[in-house]
């Protein structure tokens, strides 16, 4: 079977560089064999690819799409702390905010984004507990927002 790294370049991913944090905290702590990242945004070479409440000016897609993203963000800042990508030996947990409008209640769907590129990555070691929340506004208007907590080995 090939390693995370193998199957991130089989799928014609990089991780991007671990993104700068917009206020007061670090992307990532580790204690022992376990690494907890902050709250990760879908950046994209440092922007955001659009903004707004899923439901209204972010579609399903779109939201679907920058789950993946901030997926690649929050594994950036996991593989920093863990000593590499390979290092990570499980998926944990996985939480996804969803900035939804009033009627939108389709979060586990843009949450897949995010568990299923990890299934895609890790394989079975992907697998993860997880929740999907829907809330009213994130940081900087983002319509995503995500967690990881993996362990390395």
């Not at 993104?19 to 204690?31: C, D, F, H, L, S």
């Amino acid at each position: 079977m090939s390693s995370p790294s193998e199957r991130l370049r089989e799928l014609g991913l990089t991780l991007p560089p671990v993104a700068a944090p917009v206020a007061a905290y670090v992307p990532a702590v580790r204690t022992g064999n376990l690494v907890y990242t902050s709250g990760q945004l879908p950046f994209v070479a440092g922007e955001l690819p659009g903004t707004g409440k899923v439901g209204d000016a972010i579609t399903l897609d779109e939201a679907v799409e920058q789950a993946r993203h901030a997926t690649l963000n929050a594994l950036a800042a996991a593989a920093e702390q863990a000593g590499g990508l390979d290092a990570i030996t499980r998926v944990l947990k996985l939480t996804v905010f969803v900035a939804s409008s009033p009627f939108f209640t389709e979060q586990p769907k843009v949450a897949n984004g995010a568990s299923l590129l990890l299934g895609e990555i890790f394989g079975a070691a992907g697998d993860h507990a997880r929740s999907a929340v829907g809330v009213s506004a994130l940081p900087l208007d983002a319509a995503v927002e995500l967690e990881l907590l993996v362990e390395v080995g």
